[in-house]
């Protein structure tokens, strides 16, 4: 039976740093690994008729993501279902919850040092992890801050 790990994440590639060292440190056993992203919804009736959660999350992967992801993928030997995004849109504890039991989280990696970016409508879910009774992996890495997508793709393999 796999670990599932729980990773929240905002569409950077640096925020896929949390996800290498969860993998590193978690390479001995099968892993499962759930990719979290945090924004609220639009208000507009519009948008919510038409709601599709695999748009948002499409709409939200630049190039150099999705190769990172691959990458990762191919390094670890993980298959696609290995991976899975979900999203949560409640700043509340309860929809977490259900994500978390839903998934089977047995594990939450979060980065100690990078702060995720909130762009838009995007939230930070980790004070609402950090209020659960949960235990949190901190994951610490070395942060240039100044490098561009495809610089901290070539640094997150370094």
């Not at 729980?6 to 099968?30: G, Y």
């Not at 702060?115 to 209020?131: E, R």
């Not at 009774?133 to 640094?155: D, G, P, V």
Request: overall charge neutral; some cysteine; glycine content about 0%.
């Amino acid at each position: 039976m796999p670990k599932n790990i729980l990773i929240p994440i905002d569409f950077c590639v640096t925020s896929l740093n949390t996800v290498k060292i969860a993998l590193e440190e978690n390479k001995d056993q099968p892993v499962r690994i759930v990719l979290l992203y945090a924004e609220f919804l639009n208000d507009s009736i519009t948008d919510l008729l038409f709601y599709s959660p695999q748009k948002i999350i499409k709409s939200k992967q630049s190039p150099e993501f999705k190769e990172a992801l691959e990458i990762l993928r191919n390094r670890y030997g993980l298959k696609p279902s290995d991976f899975i995004i979900e999203l949560l849109h409640h700043n509340n504890s309860s929809q977490l919850n259900f994500i978390l039991q839903s998934n089977n989280i047995t594990a939450v990696y979060i980065p100690s040092e990078y702060k995720l970016k909130t762009l838009k409508h995007a939230f930070n879910p980790i004070p609402l992890l950090q209020s659960l009774n949960i235990y949190l992996h901190k994951a610490s890495w070395n942060l240039n801050t100044n490098s561009n997508e495809q610089e901290q793709l070539t640094s997150l393999f370094n």
